[in-house]
C-alpha cells in the first residue's frame, strides 16, 4: 500500500528567551525577545500554514514538532502540556532542541509521558556558552545530560558548533562524547547574530570543516554505539538509498518549516538567522503565496556544475545558494566540504561509488 502521508518538520520557536547568552548564538539582534507566541496562537499558526501551502494533505500528515528557541524548558510546563492537548487528537510527534539547563524530574516526567525525542548543544573546548546566572555552563549541562540519559536510557544527539579553536580537538571531543553517552552532530560557525561580531577570527573554511567531520566520523568508528552526523547519514544515504536530510536537501520547502514568536512563518531556523525574508505572518493568516511559490520554483532548478554527482541532492541547502535576492545555480557553499566527508565515508566502508564525482 502507498503511505500517502505527509511528513513536516515543523520547528517552533515560540520564545527566543534564553537562559545562556552565548557568544555565537546566530539569533539576529533585532529580534523581539519580549513576545511569546501563546499555544493557541501557535496551533493556529501551524493550521494556516498547512491550510494556505499544504491545502491536498491536510486530511493526513505527520508533524515532527520541535520545541526550539530560545530556550523551549522556559516556556514551562504548563504551556507544553496545553499545546499538546491542542494537538493530541492530530498526527504529532514531539521534538526539543534544549540547552538541558533546566532538565529536572518534571521534565523527565513529560518527556515520558509524550515521548519526547529531545536533542541539546554543547560546544567543547571554548568559552563561548555562558550562563546568564553565572553558574558553570559545562558542570551543570553535563550533570543534567548524564541524567536524562540514565532517565531515558537514549543517547542524546548533540550540536558542537566548529569553530577555528576546538576544531583541533575532533578526537578528544570524540572521547568526551563516548564517555558522557551521546551522538555528536557537528555544524560550522555561521557569520551571522552575535557571532559575527564576537567570532570573526574563528570562521572555518568548507574544506576544512569537510576534514574535520570525515576525522571525526573515521575516528568515532572506534565506539561501537556512537553515531557522529554527518558521515553516518552519508553512510546511510549510500548504503541503504535513505533520502536526504537537512542541510543536503534542496526540496525543504515541501517538508520543513519554521514558526517565530510573532507568528511569522520562516524557511527554517538557518534561514531567519541570516534574516532570510519571511514568507507573511502565519498567525493573521497573511502569508505571502507569491514569495512561496518564487522559493519553490527557484530552488527546483538544477545545478549544471554538479555533473551527475547527489550527495547532496543537486547543490544542496538552498540558503547556501542565494545570494541577496538572487539564487545562484551553483555549487552549495559547502559541496567541498560534503564531498571530503563522502570520499572518506566511501573509503572507510570500501563501498562503491555510485554517482559520478569529480572533484
Ligand atoms: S534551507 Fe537549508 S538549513 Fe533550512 S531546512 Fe532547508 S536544507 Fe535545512
Ligand atoms: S557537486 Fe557539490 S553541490 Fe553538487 S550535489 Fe555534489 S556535493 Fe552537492
Known sequence: MIDRTKKF???????????????HCGIPSDIDYKKILSPEELYISIKNVLTSFYKQYLDNY?????????????????????????????????FMQSNMILYDKKWRD???????????SYDFYGDIRRLKTGEDYYKTWSKNVKQYIQDTGRRIQTIVTLNRKNINYIEEMIDIANELNINLELNCIRPTGRALKNHSNNFITPGEYGFAMAKAYTYGKKYQDMKVRYGHTIEKIVSENTSLPCPFTRNCIDTIFMIDSNGNMHKCPIAMQYSFPHFGNALSNQLD??????????????????????????????IDRIS????LRERNT???????????VLKLNRLEIKEVINI
Not at 517552533?12 to 528567551?17: D, H, K
Not at 513529560?110 to 541539546?120: L, P, R
Not at 545545478?303 to 551527475?308: I, K, L, P, S, T
Not at 541577496?324 to 539564487?327: A, V, W
Open 334 to 344: 559547502y559541496c567541498v566540504s560534503y564531498r571530503i566527508l563522502y570520499e572518506s
Open 9 to 23: 518538520i515543523v520547528i517552533a520557536s515560540p520564545t527566543f528567551i534564553c537562559n545562556a547568552s552565548c557568544s
Open 324 to 327: 541577496g535576492d538572487i539564487f
Open 110 to 120: 513529560i518527556f515520558k509521558k509524550y515521548d519526547f525525542k529531545v536533542s541539546t
Open 62 to 94: 505527520e508533524i515532527h514538532f520541535v520545541f526550539h528557541g530560545g530556550e523551549p524548558m522556559i516556556l514551562g510546563i504548563d504551556y507544553i502540556e496545553k499545546f499538546i492537548r491542542l494537538t493530541e487528537k492530530e498526527n504529532y510527534q514531539y
Open 289 to 318: 503565496m507569491k514569495r512561496f511559490i518564487k522559493f519553490k520554483t527557484l530552488t527546483s532548478y538544477s545545478v549544471e556544475d554538479c555533473n551527475g554527482c547527489n550527495i547532496c541532492n543537486n547543490g544542496g541547502c538552498p
